[in-house]
């Protein structure tokens, strides 16, 4: 897929396959003073290749003061739209699925609890990118087994409907959290009901949104308190 991919973890299942999360980094944005990046994620598996969020693709005048600036996977050489078969959204924050319009026709999973909030809240988030013309939303409750070695957990704390992907292959454990945890020390000190349900999970390694390289528990070298 060319620069725009960062690290990437793969697994062996079996000794018959490889299953590999690579992050793409598709925006940034201004919080607290600072540029936080803003990365998807893509699982290549045998059966599926799932995107999970989706960035943004446009600008828009609810999130100006963010000063967003955006690299959408439409126009990343080498990152092929068309090849994507399924999306999950970890939860439908604006910069987790403005780029859900780009998938039309595809299934696009999420916590029901989530779609529910998004269409009914007022400044939840952009709401006409939630509903793009041809978005088709599979509803979640709870857990469900996506692929196998792959499933969707649900962790509120962010938001109430956030979900993870779980990806269990090779004897590993990665799970791509969304924001459920937006900096390492969230799940060194786990505080919310979603994260201490990722640290039970026992990960070797978990990918956030806004992070360029995966959180890994202490004993396999991440330093505790890291941000």
Known sequence: ??????????ASEGGLSTVTVTPVLVAELLADG???????????????????????????PAVDDMDPRLTPLSEQSGFDVAGIDVVVNTHLHFDHCGGNHLFAGKPVYVQRAE????????DYTIREWVEAPGVDYETVDGTLELLPGIQLV????HTRGS????VRTGGRSV???????????ELDHPRTEGQRLIRALAPDEVWLSHQQEPWRPAAAGHPVGGR
């Open 154 to 157: 649900s962790t509120p704390g």
């Open 175 to 185: 799970v791509i959290a969304g924001d459920t945890a937006v900096f390492f020390d």
């Open 34 to 60: 600072e540029r936080m990046p803003v990365y998807v994620h893509v699982i290549d598996h045998p059966d599926a290749r799932v995107l999970v969020d989706t960035g943004m693709t446009q600008l828009h």
């Open 163 to 166: 979900q993870v992907v779980v």
């Open 1 to 10: 897929m060319g620069d725009p991919l960062d690290e990437k973890s793969e």
């Open 115 to 122: 779609l529910d909030d998004a269409r009914t809240q007022d």
